[in-house]
T-cell receptor, first 114, second 113 residues
Framework: GENVEQHPSTLSVQEGDSAVIKCTYS??????FPWYKQELGKRPQLIID?????GEKKDQRIAVTLNKTAKHFSLHITETQPEDSAVYFC?????????????FGTGTRLKVLA | EAQVTQNPRYLITVTGKKLTVTCSQN?????MSWYRQDPGLGLRQIYY???????DKGDVPEGYKVSRKEKRNFPLILESPSPNQTSLYFC????????????FGAGTRLSVL
């Protein structure tokens, strides 16, 4: 079945450094790739997304890149701050058989050390 | 205020006692979905619905039922809960198409004893 692999499972960085989280998907029909941030005890919230017709998207300190050929997409956070500490999830979805099933990665716990 | 509302937020029950978790959205979204979140497994989709009377299985539908009789509501039904359904459950909704950002409810923490 469809699968999304996410690495690493935990990531510790010094404040001000960059963080990169990588995901690989299996379903070539996937065309929408959102990233969610989940703080402790809270609901997941979308932080950035990318569609298959775009290779890169940036929003201030956050960027996402997509390599459709390799079925890879990555989240890049620059100048990390303590408030970036959270669990990050990638996901993939697309019109498989006309419906939109979401497959999530298993999450990356990011710790930004002050 | 645009929101996805789940009830109850916390529930402790016993094996075999039927329960329903409600989900309601006020954004006129076509797409609604249920996920369960377990440590180390991320979010797994249980069922989703692309419109009224249209539902589809996600990755882990066994032991769950859903219905979509109205656009705003998408209840999750556990007819005979078992301990392996102890989990954190999230409902989410979105538009379809290019504005398909999912909005999540606050979550329901379910314990089945």
């Amino acid at each position: 079945g469809e699968n999304v692999e996410q690495h690493p499972s935990t990531l510790s960085v010094q404040e001000g450094d960059s963080a990169v989280i990588k995901c690989t998907y299996s379903d070539s029909a996937s065309n929408y790739f959102p990233w969610y941030k989940q703080e402790l005890g809270k609901r997941p919230q979308l932080i950035i997304d990318i569609r298959s017709n775009v290779g890169e998207k940036k929003d201030q300190r956050i960027a996402v890149t997509l390599n459709k050929t390799a079925k890879h997409f990555s989240l890049h956070i620059t100048e990390t701050q303590p408030e970036d500490s959270a669990v990050y999830f990638c996901a993939a979805t697309g019109p498989t058989s006309g419906t939109y099933k979401y497959i999530f990665g298993t999450g990356t716990r990011l710790k930004v050390l002050a | 205020e645009a929101q996805v509302t789940q009830n109850p937020r916390y529930l402790i029950t016993v094996t075999g006692k039927k329960l329903t978790v409600t989900c309601s959205q006020n954004m006129n979204h076509e797409y609604m979905s249920w996920y369960r979140q377990d440590p180390g497994l991320g979010l797994r989709q249980i069922y989703y619905s692309m419109n009224v009377e249209v539902t589809d299985k996600g990755d882990v539908p066994e032991g769950y039922k859903v219905s979509r009789k109205e656009k705003r509501n998408f209840p999750l039904i556990l007819e005979s809960p078992s301990p392996n359904q102890t989990s954190l459950y999230f409902c989410a909704s979105s538009l379809l198409g290019v504005k398909n950002i999912q909005y999540f409810g606050a979550g329901t923490r379910l314990s089945v004893l």
